[in-house]
């Protein structure tokens, strides 16, 4: 039997033909490596699902836990929002090398409850145009362009700010309803200022042996919203980098569970030269700590008000790092055609997950182990 990558797995439909037509296919996922994956995003292409089951819309797709026995929640995703699902996906907790199995069924579309979204964002015009977002771990927000302007503290950055959570709730309505989110009360806090830095995980490009950077976003775009993962987009419109006037859309996405957000960047055109720089702030008192081999660059560094905060970044094909700009940066490659990926992490030490430099250092290597080595999935007839 063949395994292939989630990569690929838009082809899978080829496999789940051979079989008859039935309501019910079987999902195997392996873990190749000998780590654990919780909370591992297990994406399936719609295609693939509507094919093998042949039904209209991939929303009425149950999935069931072949090892629980317990139906799971998922998210239809479109992901290039041209009103077309192109993706299936749910989460599972998987062993070191482990191979699991899940049913899946065709019944009546459910929707989620309040209570099982664990990923949410959106654009807050009432705090001079923030996009904020979170999970049930870790909560953001990048700066849009109102705040520039904003008579009572205007900023021009295109860094990432960090919200530190003790709750497993979603917050960030209620936080900014209320207007006093730089006070813990039991929930945690804005704890943390990324000002003109690159802040906690931001980035730019390097060029010239120059950092460059863009202003505040101009416009977003929504394309996942929970339960499970969100996704936007932010719009940087044409800023000067070495020279050359280049726009930027920053591709975000955040899933349930992890600490960790992926960047997909396109800088069009790309200046020549560029390499990409995602870094963090310099901050009195941090341990700052890179490691090209595995890509990872973190700090970790005590809050004034309560704890340590570590901030990382994840380069693949991380060359080397500097510090410039108030910011240690790692440096990677940017394509041609000007597309990057990158990823950030924050860990708080009070927030219940990750409580010292060493379980952050552990975590951020897990994590770059499993970008290197994702799951393997097939779709198969019972």
Not at 331 to 339: D, F, H, I, K
Request: charged residues 25%.
């Amino acid at each position: 039997m063949t395994i292939r990558s989630a990569s690929v797995f838009a082809g899978l439909w080829l496999v789940a033909a051979q079989g008859p037509t039935t309501a019910t296919r079987i999902v195997t996922v392996v873990n190749p490596i000998d780590a654990e994956r919780p909370a591992e995003t297990i994406a399936l292409a719609a295609p693939a699902l509507l094919e093998a089951l042949q039904v209209k819309d991939v929303r009425t797709v149950r999935v069931r836990d072949d090892k629980s026995g317990q139906d799971l929640l998922t998210q239809a995703v479109d992901l290039n929002d041209d009103g077309t699902f192109d993706e299936l996906i749910f989460q599972a907790d998987l062993g070191a090398k482990e191979t699991r199995r899940f049913t899946l069924t065709v019944g009546e579309r459910r929707i989620p409850t309040r209570e099982e979204y664990r990923a949410y964002g959106r654009f807050n015009r009432e705090r001079r145009d923030d996009f904020a977002w979170e999970n049930d771990r870790v909560a953001h927000r990048m700066y849009g362009a109102a705040l520039e302007t904003w008579a009572q503290e205007p900023l021009t950055s295109s860094g990432l700010d960090v919200w530190v959570k003790r709750t497993r709730r979603l917050v960030i309505n209620d936080w900014y309803m209320i207007d006093d989110y730089h006070r813990d009360t039991g929930e945690g806090a804005d704890l943390y200022s990324a000002g003109r830095t690159r802040g906690c995980g931001g980035s730019g490009l390097l060029v010239g042996g120059k950092l460059f950077s863009p202003p505040n976003f101009r416009n977003t775009r929504v394309l996942a919203q929970g339960p499970i993962r969100v996704m936007f987009e932010l719009i940087y419109e044409p800023w000067e980098a070495g020279g050359t006037k280049t726009s930027e859309t920053r591709r975000v996405t955040l899933d349930a569970g992890s600490h960790v957000n992926r960047f997909d960047l396109t800088f069009q055109p790309a200046p020549a030269g560029a390499e990409l720089a995602a870094g963090v702030r310099i901050n009195p008192g941090q341990a700052a700590q890179p490691t090209p081999a595995t890509g990872v660059l973190r700090t970790w560094e005590p809050l004034k008000q309560d704890g340590h905060l570590g901030c990382a970044v994840i380069v693949p094909g991380m060359t080397r790092s500097l510090v410039t700009d108030g910011s240690t940066l790692a440096l990677g490659p940017l394509a041609t055609s000007g597309a990057t990926t990158y990823y950030s992490a924050s860990a708080w030490d009070r927030g219940g997950d990750i409580k010292d430099v060493a379980a952050f250092d552990a975590y951020l290597a897990r994590e770059a182990q499993r970008r290197q080595a994702p799951v393997r999935i097939e779709l198969g007839a019972r």
